[in-house]
């Protein structure tokens, strides 16, 4: 049974930062690609940030520069560090996973954990 499982969301000032954690059970880790997206009220799921197995990473424009996602293959973790955060950065954040083995392809999501920016 594979899990995601998000934490350390929270009500943060503008311009303040957050570091979102992702801890991924249940399936091999260090091979698995990883992603963080948002969803504001009213709106669709959103791209944020991807990391491949081989720990290569995307940003979507409206966070370049100012969020890095990383990850411990040891802790089987994925990380979300959020910088200079702004009141259009409330949402509720997802960690995705995604691989390919013999069994063929698979993807997961967690939770999801809210994220409010005041401004």
């Known amino acids: 049974q594979v899990q995601l499982v998000e934490s350390g969301g929270g009500l943060v000032e503008a311009g303040k930062s957050l570091t979102l954690s992702c801890v991924v059970s249940g399936s091999t880790f260090a091979i698995n690609a990883m992603g963080w997206y948002r969803q504001a009220p009213g709106k669709e799921r959103e791209f944020v940030a991807f990391?491949?197995?081989?720990?290569?990473?995307n940003y979507a424009n409206s966070v370049k520069g100012r969020f890095t996602i990383s990850r411990d293959n040891a802790k089987n973790t994925v990380y979300l560090q959020m910088n200079n955060l702004k009141p259009e950065d409330t949402a509720v954040y997802y960690c995705?996973?995604?691989?390919?083995?013999?069994?063929?392809?698979?993807?997961?999501w967690g939770q999801g954990t809210q994220v409010t920016v005041s401004s």
């Open positions: 990391m491949s197995g081989g720990s290569s990473t």
């Open positions: 995705h996973s995604s691989w390919a083995d013999g069994l063929g392809n698979h993807d997961y």
